[in-house]
């Protein structure tokens, strides 16, 4: 037990899945899982145990924002033993090839700042995925025929950004998607070894303004999920 994460030792498998909400968490565990077990709801942050085709996963939500998922996946990494997370959650399109409901595999998390800055001082530090979990990711969304795309990704630390240059920049650059989390987690994943991904839905769209409906969002999800796990297990 620590101070955000009620679990148990022996609660929480070496496999995590990280959605930010922690209702979609507990979604992903009763859709994909069996034998579900609540393993912490601390501060209403809810994590599951349970098996995937014969694989121990947790899936435990981390909150918004960087700094919010720095705080879980530390101490699900220093004290829970995790070695492979996966965040799973949605994003913004930044291209005009980028659909609403694509998925994105994020390659590279371009920031301008993480909670680990003060770590890095004066260094641009590249957080980039694990490789073999983006392949694996790559391949498993090919053979379910999903539309995805594979490259760079935004991390902001603002959710109501008010730099449009900002963004002009991103997809002047070829960003694909901006979400709020996927740089620190791979700095995480960096400095204690342990393997990351980030696979991500297009919720909405930057440039045409295109939303999906909160009631469709679960159901779009559902092939992200799939990707993961496909992913963690190769």
Known sequence: MTVHIGAQPGDIAETVLLPGDPYRAK??????LTDVKLVNEVRGMLGFTGMWKGNRVTIHGSGMGMPSLSIYVNELIKDYGAKTLIRIGSCGGMQDSVKVRDVIVAMTATTLSTPSRGIFKELNFAPCADYSLLRAAADAAEAKGTAT?????YSSDVFYDERPDLTEQMTRHGILGVEMEAAELYNLAARHGRRALAVLTVSDHLLTGEALPSEDREKTFGDMVEIALEAAFA
């Not at 795309?149 to 990704?153: E, K, L, P, R």
């Open 27 to 32: 979604w992903a565990a009763d859709t994909f």
């Open 149 to 153: 795309h594979v490259g760079g990704i």
